[in-house]
């Protein structure tokens, strides 16, 4: 019998991309910030991941950010890539980013400009061919959610 | 001598790719293979003589009796146990809970306590920290995060500790615990003994009577046998004493608008229609297992626990959790790298054929006492060779090229 893919060693290179590889090693923006006035924990116990999201709001955009956390290389590199892109989005234009990345990660239909609007963060797309691991890459991108939509005004 | 090439064989699984290589399976602490002689003792079953048991004086229900309480006198043969003290569960899970349900919850109250370590799987801790929070006794832990010590367990072990539950061979650690010196210690007080039999009685002798414990539980699938089905051993004393577990069909004997009797032993604890095709299953994954021996088959793993743990002492950055050599240890090691993560390390083995288990291992603050949250770990039966290993450690050189 045969299961999974035959070209394993090219789904896993897809998975982990060298950007995604390059996000793991070199995590951006993972130094803490002072006078945040947002943060929040997020976890996933069952394999223990965790990502800590600091935001600093000025006049309703993302003024300065921090992420930091511990786990696998998808889930890091993509809170990674999470920190990276958000700098100086409002809450709608967060809140659209977020929709988009869902999309992709769940293979839903996603038009050509969101995708554009992706830009790195495409790199994620081959944790698709790993259900188990989609979990680990959405880990920031739901936290931010939660986040913001508690805290954050439109 | 044993043929493991024969061995091999008899497991089809064992032929098949996953990823297009060819399967290296390091995960049998989770579940074991099956030999084609047990998968096909369920599909016999199902075909030819499909049937309810104990109910009909009709042949086939004779026959299908016959082959349940066979399945039955297998397992107690397997351990060297009465028949009528073997009691089919759906696992160990809930052989445990059993315990805690029919026996604990009526003999321990808020003076006594429980002994248990800080290493059990989840069901051997979970179980008894509901019954602590029901009787108000007190759950002591025994810590063998560096081995078993006796005189620990004496430390803690006093006049008023009504149980000490123990697993046999840790699934996390691999250590095999000495229960004899515990039955030892205990042995003319009031204390019961647990030991939790599902890493041990598929991998190695296990003789109830010899070891003298008052209750030993396992899981078929971890021993060759279907999922579904566990087994509780427990001496017949106790078992004669304790209340049952659920109440309904079969496990009476005469029943009133008012009232109940409850049947004898095993079935008192055998309520409504049994698991009967895995039940027949079971019996044939015990055979199996008593055919090769169970001094071989433990033998083999030891060889090949030790070859991997060398191995292992030759990297820096994996650490393998619990003492590597100094302590007595079956196949199954847990190991860590100071920067890579089990996930990606599952991940990229998966890719090479490879299946290991990672995550916490229902152990969770265990692994935590490591600081981490999750570990990666490798665990072995009779059908797994030293080139396997081989593979899964030129594997895990290219995970450390891949990762740093
Ligand atoms: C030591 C130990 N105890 C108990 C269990 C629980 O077995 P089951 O899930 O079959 O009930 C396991 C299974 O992982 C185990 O390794």
Redesign the pocket.
């Known amino acids: 019998m045969n299961m999974g893919g035959l070209s394993g060693l090219d789904d896993l290179n897809e998975m982990y991309e060298s950007i995604i590889l390059d996000h793991y090693r070199n995590p951006r923006k993972s130094e803490k910030i002072e006078n945040s006035d947002f943060e929040i924990n997020v976890n996933n116990p069952f394999c223990g991941d965790e990502l800590f999201i600091q935001l600093k709001i000025n006049e309703g955009i993302v003024d300065d950010l921090s992420i930091s956390g511990n786990g696998c290389a998808i889930s890091q590199s993509s809170g990674s890539l999470l920190a990276e892109s958000i700098q100086n989005l409002n809450k709608d234009q967060i809140l659209i980013l977020i929709t988009n990345v869902r999309k992709m990660m769940k293979d839903e239909d996603i038009s050509e400009e969101d995708r554009d609007s992706l830009g790195d963060i495409e790199a994620l797309e081959g944790v698709k061919k790993f259900p188990v691991r989609i979990k680990c890459a959405l880990l920031g991108w739901a936290g931010l959610e939660d986040l913001i939509k508690d805290k954050m005004t439109s | 001598m044993i043929n493991f090439d024969n061995i091999r064989k008899d497991f089809p699984i064992l032929d098949s790719k996953v990823n297009g290589q060819n399967l290296i399976y390091f995960d049998n ?3 074991s293979q099956k030999p084609k002689k047990v998968i096909d003792s369920i599909s016999d079953y199902y075909t030819n003589y499909n049937s309810n048991v104990h109910r009909g004086v009709h042949t086939l229900s004779m026959k299908a009796t016959d082959a349940y309480e066979e399945g039955r006198n297998k397992v107690a043969k397997l351990i060297n146990a009465p028949t009528d003290c073997i009691i089919w569960t ?7 809970n059993l315990i805690a349900t029919s026996w604990a919850i009526n003999n321990i109250s808020e003076d006594n306590n429980i002994i248990i370590t800080n290493a ?5 801790l979970v179980t008894w920290q509901q019954v602590s929070k029901k009787t108000g006794c007190e759950l002591r832990f025994l810590d063998i995060t560096d081995g078993f010590n006796i005189n620990e367990l004496k430390n803690i072990f006093d006049v008023n500790t009504s149980l000490i539950s123990i ?5 996390v650690l691999g250590y095999v615990i000495p229960i004899e010196q515990i039955t030892e210690l205990i042995s003319g007080t009031n204390t019961k003994i647990i030991v ?4 041990s009685v598929p991998h190695m002798p296990v003789d109830v009577s010899d070891l003298d414990i008052d209750f030993l ?3 078929a ?2 021993m060759m046998g279907p ?1 579904g089905i ?1 087994v509780l051993y427990g001496k017949k004393e106790l078992l004669l004493d304790m209340q049952p577990f659920l109440f309904g069909g079969d496990m009476i004997i005469e029943v009133s608008y008012d009232d109940a009797k409850w049947n004898q032993l095993p079935y008192k604890f055998e309520a409504g229609t049994p698991n009967i095709a895995d039940a027949i299953a079971t019996g044939v994954a015990a055979d199996y297992l008593s055919n090769i021996g169970m001094e071989n088959i433990w033998n083999h793993e030891l060889e090949l626990s030790k070859y991997a743990l060398n191995k292992f002492s030759s990297y820096d950055k994996f650490t393998v959790l619990g003492d590597n050599f100094s302590h007595l240890r079956g196949g199954v090691i847990s190991f860590i790298h100071d920067k890579i993560h089990p996930h990606d390390i599952g991940t990229f083995l998966d890719q090479k054929g490879i299946a290991i288990r990672t995550g916490h ?2 152990a969770m603050p265990l692994i935590r006492s490591y600081d981490t949250s999750a570990a990666a770990r490798i665990s072995f039966y009779i059908y797994n060779s030293i080139e396997e290993i081989d593979s899964f450690f030129e594997a895990l050189n290219e995970v450390e090229e891949y990762f740093s």
């Open positions: 602490a989770a579940t759906r696992n160990t899970t809930e052989s445990l059990e799987h989840h069901s051997n697993t046999h061979m840790s699934n939790d039999g599902a890493q539980t396992f899981s699938h971890k999922t566990g291992h229902c």
